[in-house]
């Protein structure tokens, strides 16, 4: 599975982004996808993860109404709305699948994903 992940930009605080991330692979809905984000200096952070077939969805604490992740199976694509963006948003945002079961729930452990994208860049200004 090769994944690419894009939409990232300069925007101002309080505006909003799409990223999406497209998938190489036909079975795209075999994997659950998830979205991370790192800054310099620091560990990688969850976002947002979605189940196979979209039904299940976890967000990190610190995106929690402000972010929504979705997905559509037939187009082997993943996005990641995000909305009243803020300076502390800034960070590189990667998209990553998981090979999950059918009934497995959105996966937060990075560990857990075996194809990552190369990362697109959001930068927030205040």
């Known amino acids: 599975v090769q994944l690419q992940a894009f939409g990232g930009g300069l925007v101002q605080a309080g505006d909003s982004l799409r990223l999406s991330c497209t998938a190489s692979?036909?079975?795209?809905?075999?994997?659950?996808m998830g979205w991370f984000r790192q800054v310099p200096g620091k560990e990688r952070e969850f976002v947002a993860a979605?189940?196979?077939?979209?039904?299940?969805?976890e967000y990190a604490d610190s995106v929690k109404g402000r972010f929504t992740i979705s997905r559509d199976n037939d187009k082997n694509v993943a996005y990641l709305r995000m909305n009243s963006l803020k300076p502390e948003d800034t960070a590189v945002y990667y998209c990553?699948?998981?090979?999950?079961?059918?009934?497995?729930?959105?996966?937060?452990?990075?560990?857990?994903?075996?194809?990552w994208g190369q990362g697109t860049q959001v930068t927030v200004s205040s």
């Open positions: 692979r036909r079975i795209f809905s075999n994997y659950g």
């Open positions: 990553a699948a998981s090979r999950q079961i059918l009934s497995a729930l959105p996966e937060e452990n990075d560990e857990r994903y075996q194809y």
């Open positions: 979605i189940s196979r077939s979209g039904s299940s969805i």
